[in-house]
């Protein structure tokens, strides 16, 4: 019996648009990579007219100058802008599949009326709730804590949504058998639900961590004192600092996005998953 092979048909369309595709994600990429291998060259092959793509000297002295500064404890930052930006991350996963299991899989009084005022808090610009938020931090003396951007964005509108989007698609078969079992509904969510949201936590998560890594404008006006404030607060701050100095900030911004960085690259499988099925939920 011979073995039968393979035939692979080589489709002229398909390949025209993967060029088309490469072609635009090399383009998106060119100001980022540019801005990488900016932070490698001298302030003058910086600033050089025509520009250069790759340095001709290769340097790290850039990076040198911005650890040695004593005024950009970038230690200090890292650290406030991570526990802001990972307890948001934890706290907004909790509760938002928590929300989303409840509102997916359990019928109660004022469901659907409160589930539509939820989303309808998604409508609402930032701009008309900032001066009531300020006010409500200043009644709780969260003002100038991290805290104060902590705990007011533990329940996000739309990663409720998102999770009982896809919490509807667990079958009910399964959580009937739990009960059966003898499960309550605490093992239910802990042991069947959780794992069967994996792939949209994992979304929400970087999500939210790229939301709150990169927020400007609400630290900004809560964190008044230097040391309590984030990373790019600080950027703005050394970028004005050093206006004339193109080579410096591109290595303070390449820093910033760093973490970013290297977050999506470790759960890129689960992000990609979990935004290819959003569109599937009904």
Do not use: C
Not at 91 to 111: E, Q, R, T
């Amino acid at each position: 019996m011979l073995a039968s092979k393979r035939q692979t048909t080589f489709n002229p369309g398909r390949a025209v648009v993967y060029l088309v595709l490469i072609g635009g994600s090399l383009i998106a990429l060119l100001p980022f990579i540019w801005m990488i291998l900016a932070t490698f060259k001298t302030g003058a092959e910086v600033r050089q007219i025509p520009p250069t793509f790759f340095p001709r000297e290769f340097t790290l002295d850039n990076y040198k100058a911005i650890f040695a500064d004593e005024s950009l404890p970038l230690a200090l930052f890292y650290r406030n802008s991570l526990i802001i930006a990972l307890s948001n991350t934890v706290l907004v996963l909790l509760s938002s599949s928590l929300f989303g299991y409840i509102f997916a899989k359990h019928d109660f009084w004022g469901k659907r009326p409160f589930f539509w005022y939820i989303l309808a808090t998604m409508m609402i610009p930032f701009q008309v709730t900032m001066i009531p938020g300020y006010l409500i931090l200043v009644k709780l003396n969260l003002l100038n804590k991290l805290s104060g951007l902590i705990i007011p964005a533990a329940i996000d509108a739309f990663g409720i949504f998102l999770m009982t989007q896809f919490a509807r698609s667990i079958p009910n078969e399964m959580l009937d058998a739990a009960r059966v079992d003898g499960a309550g509904e605490w093992r239910i969510f802990r042991s069947i639900a959780l794992p069967q949201l994996g792939p949209a936590l994992a979304t929400l998560g970087m999500l939210t961590f790229m939301s709150n890594w990169n927020a400007y404008l609400w630290p900004l006006i809560v964190l008044t004192e230097q040391s309590k404030r984030t990373l790019p607060i600080i950027l703005t701050w050394y970028t004005t600092q050093h206006s004339n100095q193109i080579h410096l900030s591109m290595a303070a911004s390449v820093l910033v996005v760093l973490p970013i960085l290297l977050i999506f690259l470790l759960a890129q499988r689960w992000i990609i998953r979990g935004i290819s099925l959003t569109g599937m939920k009904g």
